[in-house]
């Protein structure tokens, strides 16, 4: 509010009493002597590139409610510019017309700014800015998991040579606490696996096709008309974004050198109703996970797929767009972390707790806690052993399901259950499933196997010749069984 | 391993190298100049006070996880001494033996020493242990709850005044990383409610009388012959360590100068098997929370109780000796945070989480943050406004259920749902509320109503009437209603 009423002065104008000795040579780190003599702290001057959703929150935030910050956190934030694409567009955060510019250089090389907050997106131009930051010796927020996970390496080595932070809580799971608590709460721990919900549109796709029966194109055209879902929804159901976001817990967790190219990935889109009624059957619920787990040959193995959970487990109490990251460690044993994962909000409150830690470590000269990351063997999938669901629609007549059994015993497959299923009349809601070809047909079975821990490999041998056989019709689906 | 082959030499013997321009002096910050010339980091020498349960597992971590710490972390920390009762009884820590010292106050006045981990317990002598070593520049990490309960102000302005950190992961929900997201994560986020089951041992056995139908007797005796409760239950059950917590949480959320004997406090030992039974139909979980939230009126409530929460509620799906913390923030929205609130192993996993912290913070000359705590006016319970479970016992004649509803409505107590019930046969295992008065009896119905939200002070004084209505047999149960 006070803000509106009087827009702050100009870059630089009234900085010279509290900041008389601040390094402004680039290379010298912002902020390197910001205590000012009489052991008051100086206000922390920030510089947001970008101002959509998470910006303007963020902006907003600053604006409105940097004396309560203050109070509680001992550290004076001030907005200082905002670089946007369109300085006439309207925003809706009162105060921030007269900080906006489109000169987004001019917030990373500007000596008067401290600390940076980069939650305009992208890989271009968007890296140049935060590499230009950090050699500035200007600490980084960010939120941009794509850059991160395809340029993070790069990034925490700048990072680290001009010793500076470089943040990144907003980047995965929004506004849950997630990366602190795995760089700093368990920095003692040999964590095991972490199994994250990292993207909220493909857990409400999930959620409503269990819950009402829509089918796979109902639920995301419904997300799609909630804002859930991006008009082109790629990124999400096929399970890029959650991609990005194992190769960053994979840096985080275990300082592994891993990129979202790293990562196998399988999306949500081949999932059917018949999956889903057989999990309900059998005490599961369907969560597409992003899982990064040390082998026991020092392998790490980092993938993205959809995934059976018991019904008891925690991440099958996940549900609607919430995230959650559940963490198995030496001795921590099980641990979650459920919240909001993405919304202009909770990802600001996450980029605001990074900017009081960027801002605190200024003012009283800490020195940022480098993340080394380490080459790592990555687990191919094919070494993955787990449980497995696994669907055929085979033909409906004596010795087929011998000839499957047969195929699974022989690559070393074992049945912990099975059972014949067609499709109760009263659970295919009008329209479900309709010319999908996934209802059993005339003379055809429904055949839903669980296997005890097999090999990936393994299991694809076993497709593999299924799909040869005579007997079966189609492979309806394949899903791995996780946290039993 | 390597640390019990050879056992580090005596004290301070081959600190003079590398720390050789430590201030020693009372007042003077332990590790104020602890990096060395060459830039490189010296050694953190840890002192311990108690070898528990906690206290042994934290030993285990540094005398055989050094290495990995320091390669994840960049601190390098050293076991130099543990304080414990008796030097002589046999410990299962592999080379901790030359390390014990019967002499409790030696470690937090040894100038070699650089951290405190206290994980002794209790008030006396720990308080002045503790108040020591920060007096004397130490910084101290503590699993103590009730220590910090009840004289945390003067500790963390002891801590502030020496410029060292106290940090406290471990006191509430043990591994679960709770604390370091309040502080910092959560930083500048305006907290509306803290909602946490806090006490494994009560959440265990209210997960076995819903799961069971055991008795509260039942199923406390298992959980005694588990080792989840102690044999005197009473801290447990009757919600004094879950409002110790509580009082924590309310100075962490909200900076709240509160200490447990603030925190209204009633326990589950009155809950019986027909609230259990409503509860499963009406479609709740029971749960002991410890509640923390800003009232309207900018005074705090801070309780801990018995609540019915909606089994579509996150919190209905932490289960048995499991913890969880509940966080309702303006922008962040619904956070939780789920884990091992006990165990050696958990517990140590956050004092290794916290020691890394504080040494970091030693070797980067790094200023701890304070905790400030301000007075804050306590809301009465009669000031709640929530919804309730009421259970009653009543006369089986006509005019009952109008007498009661008159009472329900003269004191503005709106009825949401009510339902009489009489316990079916199957749902009474052997044994179950026998002899406990639970059971109706002849020419006896029981009533079970939802209210909407209500004053507690309305809801008190129906029940003050309807213990005077010759009808009204018994007051079965009250529990609030939470997170609908």
Same mark, same amino acid.
């Given at each position: ?5 009087? /827009?702050? /002065? /100009? ?61 509680? @956190? ?26 906006? @510019? @489109? ?11 401290? $600390?940076?907050?980069?939650? !305009? ?72 696996? $972490? !199994? ?111 995934? !059976? ?108 259950? !099975? ?20 209802? /059993? ?40 069984? $996780?946290?039993?």
């Amino acid at each position: 509010m006070g803000a509106s009423q009087s /827009p702050r /002065p /100009p870059e630089g104008l009234d900085r010279a009493d509290e900041l008389n000795d601040l390094g402004t040579a680039p290379g010298t780190p912002a902020g390197a002597d910001t205590r000012t003599g009489d052991g008051t702290r100086p206000t922390i001057r920030v510089g947001v590139l970008g101002c959509g959703n998470v910006g303007a929150a963020v902006a907003r935030f600053l604006l409105t409610d940097d004396k309560r910050i203050a109070e509680r @956190t001992g550290v004076q934030l001030e907005l200082a510019k905002v670089a946007v694409r369109s300085a006439t567009k309207e925003r809706d955060v009162p105060g921030v017309e007269a900080l906006l @510019t @489109t000169d987004a250089i001019s917030i990373v090389t500007d000596p008067s700014i401290d $600390v940076v907050v980069e939650v !305009m997106g992208g890989i271009s131009p968007t890296r140049d800015l935060v590499l230009q930051a950090l050699r500035n010796g200007k600490p980084v927020v960010t939120a941009n998991k794509e850059l991160l996970a395809n340029h993070g390496a790069e990034l925490w080595d700048t990072a680290g040579a001009a010793g500076v932070d470089l943040l990144f809580e907003a980047s995965v799971a929004g506004g849950i606490p997630l990366i602190r608590a795995l760089r700093e709460s368990l920095a003692g721990e040999r964590i095991h696996r $972490v !199994m994250g919900i990292v993207n909220g549109t493909t857990n409400y796709i999930l959620t409503r096709m269990a819950a009402s029966g829509a089918s796979y194109q109902e639920a995301l055209s419904e997300a799609q008309s909630l804002g859930f879902a991006e008009r082109d929804p790629t990124a999400d159901v096929e399970g890029f974004d959650a991609a990005a976001k194992a190769a960053i817990l994979a840096n985080v967790a275990f300082g592994a050198k891993v990129v979202a190219g790293d990562v196998y990935r399988e999306g949500i889109s081949a999932l059917n109703l018949q999956d889903f009624e057989a999990a309900r059957r059998l005490g599961f619920a369907i969560r597409l996970l992003a899982v990064v787990e040390a082998g026991p040959d020092g392998a790490l193995g980092v993938r993205v797929h959809p995934a !059976m959970v018991p019904q008891e487990h925690p991440l099958a109490a996940v549900r609607d767009s919430f995230n959650a990251v559940f963490v198995e460690g030496e001795a921590v044993g099980q641990l979650m972390l459920f919240g909001r994962g993405a919304g202009g909000l909770p990802t600001a409150s996450a980029v605001i707790g990074d900017l009081v830690d960027a801002a605190h470590n200024l003012t009283v000269k800490g020195v940022a806690r480098k993340l080394e990351l380490h080459q790592v063997a990555i687990s191919p999938i094919d070494d993955l052993r787990c449980a497995y669901y696994l669907s055929l629609f085979v033909a409906d007549r004596p010795g087929v399901l011998s000839a499957i059994s047969g195929v699974l015993g022989h690559h070393n497959v074992s049945v912990r259950s !099975m059972e014949q299923d067609a499709p109760e009349p009263e659970g295919v809601l009008p329209g479900a499933g309709a010319g999908t070809g996934d209802e /059993p047909r005339a003379g055809q079975a429904h055949l839903v196997f669980v296997t005890h821990p097999a090999y990936e490999r393994d299991m694809q041998a076993c497709l593999h010749e299924m799909r040869r056989l005579e007997a079966v019709r189609r492979i309806g689906g394949l899903v791995r069984v $996780v946290g039993t």
